[in-house]
């Protein structure tokens, strides 16, 4: 099983609502990554997950706040967002930091 | 800084070959990657080189020159299908990894 998939695809929200995105891997991967994308850019890394250390890009405004219940599982809590958040979130994983990364489908955000 | 360097758009016809190339400037080098994104999906990994050469897989291949910090994707048997972003990337120290901005591939019939 090569596939990491994401909940939901798309998420429109509004500026003073709370969601989260949802991120699982099943290929035993050590290290899981936050990215955000937008159109006609390359991806941005937000947070990476490696043996359970969280490593931060302090450029990412904290409004937007990661948890790893466990190995398998990633997810970005998303809170008071500005329209310039709408973007495609994706997530990946990787047996180790730095190797080849496995891109989930990504979810499409929008905020109103 | 580190920091990869890629054309932002490439055009060639179907059934032909192509050449996306990239320069890099790393502190400490650990392999160079390369990843495919069609509008409106995921990135998908190609193709690794860790070591100077030429890595085939189907009708891709990548190229990598350490010495001239600089690698490339060969596209062979152009396919509508292959109309894509093609975007080069390697860990930095942390391995965390940069990308470049990425080409546009663009193929006519």
């Known amino acids: 099983d090569t596939e990491v998939t994401q909940t939901p695809k798309h998420l429109v929200m509004g500026m003073t609502n709370k969601k989260s995105l949802k991120c699982e891997q099943h290929?035993?991967?050590?290290?899981m990554y936050w990215y955000k994308q937008k159109a006609k850019k390359p991806p941005e890394l937000m947070f990476v997950?490696?043996?359970?250390?969280?490593?931060i890009n302090e450029s990412v405004p904290s409004r937007f706040s990661p948890e790893c219940p466990n190995s398998s599982l990633l997810n970005l809590h998303l809170h008071a967002l500005q329209p310039e958040d709408s973007a495609l979130y994706l997530c990946a994983s990787s047996q180790v930091a730095g190797n080849t990364q496995y891109f989930g489908p990504g979810t499409r955000l929008t905020v109103l | 800084g580190q920091s990869l360097e890629q054309p932002s758009e490439v055009t060639a016809v179907e059934g032909a070959i192509v050449q996306i190339n990239c320069t890099y400037q790393t502190s400490g080098f650990y392999g160079l990657s390369w990843y495919q994104q069609h509008d409106g999906g995921a990135p998908t990994f190609l193709s690794y080189?860790?070591l100077d050469g030429l890595e085939e897989t189907g009708r891709f291949s990548s190229f990598l020159s350490r010495s001239d910090s600089y690698g490339y994707l060969l596209l062979q048997e152009l396919q509508m299908k292959d109309s894509a972003s093609y975007f080069c990337a390697a860990p930095d120290s942390n391995y965390q990894l940069i990308w470049g901005a990425g080409t546009k591939l663009i193929i006519k019939p």
């Open positions: 080189n860790a």
């Open positions: 997950y490696s043996y359970e250390k969280l490593s």
């Open positions: 290929m035993g991967h050590r290290a």
